[in-house]
């Protein structure tokens, strides 16, 4: 009896018939995954305020629908966002000031067709108003006399206000930035103060966060 080349080739013969094997099933596709890379330091600086940033490195390319809420601490979501093909972008002034933003995915990432090809990951962000510092310093002698000032962004009044909390004056020793003392402003918005110093050195002011507007630095000035 002759039997037919390697049971012609996988198949199965019975009573004369070839009957082909069932083919291996495909495994499952493996969906990718989407983050969301929004900036934790979100600075509110105008009325209408839109960042834009690329969407986050696991996004697949043919992702071209996606959407993010943007819920605050307490209350209901603020809006909507998303990413598409060419990046994302969330619009700061409707983020709560001063508190954090808990980016929520809605569903999944889809493609041109409607179909799944990414999992949403969560994001959190900060957003606070923003802060401008200033620095003046002029030399007589060996007296310095440094005038610093600060300003932040209002949402309310869409203006920059004087601010009138304490400031911390810096000095640069050997390429380090050291306190030198805390000045308030006045009523001028304004603060003074003189030192006594043979050496020429850089300074700059310092403005802490608060609850609503966030740090900052001034440009150096060196006497």
Not at 67 to 86: E, F, I, M, N, S
Not at 129 to 135: E, Q, T
Not at 152 to 167: D, K, T, V, W
Request: charged share 15%; net charge positive.
């Amino acid at each position: 009896m002759r039997y037919l080349p390697v049971l012609a080739a996988a198949g199965l013969v019975v009573s004369g018939l070839l009957v082909q094997q069932p083919a291996q099933a495909a495994p499952d596709q493996v969906t990718a995954t989407c983050s969301f890379p929004v900036p934790p330091k979100l600075v509110l600086s105008g009325g209408y305020q839109e960042v834009e940033f690329p969407a986050g490195p696991g996004c697949p390319k043919t992702m071209v629908s996606s959407t993010w809420d943007a819920v605050p601490d307490v209350g209901r979501a603020k809006y909507g966002t998303g990413c598409a093909r060419l990046g994302c972008s969330v619009t700061v002034n409707l983020t709560p000031l001063g508190g954090t933003t808990h980016w929520t995915p809605v569903g999944y990432g889809m493609d041109i067709n409607g179909r799944k090809v990414a999992d949403l990951l969560p994001a959190t962000s900060v957003t606070k108003a923003a802060s401008v510092a200033r620095l003046a310093g002029t030399r007589q002698g060996t007296k310095v006399t440094l005038t610093a000032s600060a300003t932040y962004y209002s949402p309310s009044r869409n203006s920059y206000l004087r601010a009138h909390g304490r400031i911390l004056l810096q000095y640069n020793d050997a390429g380090r930035w050291k306190s030198l003392v805390y000045v308030t402003p006045a009523s001028s918005g304004t603060a003074t103060y003189t030192i006594t110093t043979n050496r020429s050195r850089s300074y700059r002011v310092y403005v802490p966060s608060t609850q609503s507007v966030w740090y900052t630095y001034s440009p150096a000035v060196t006497r």
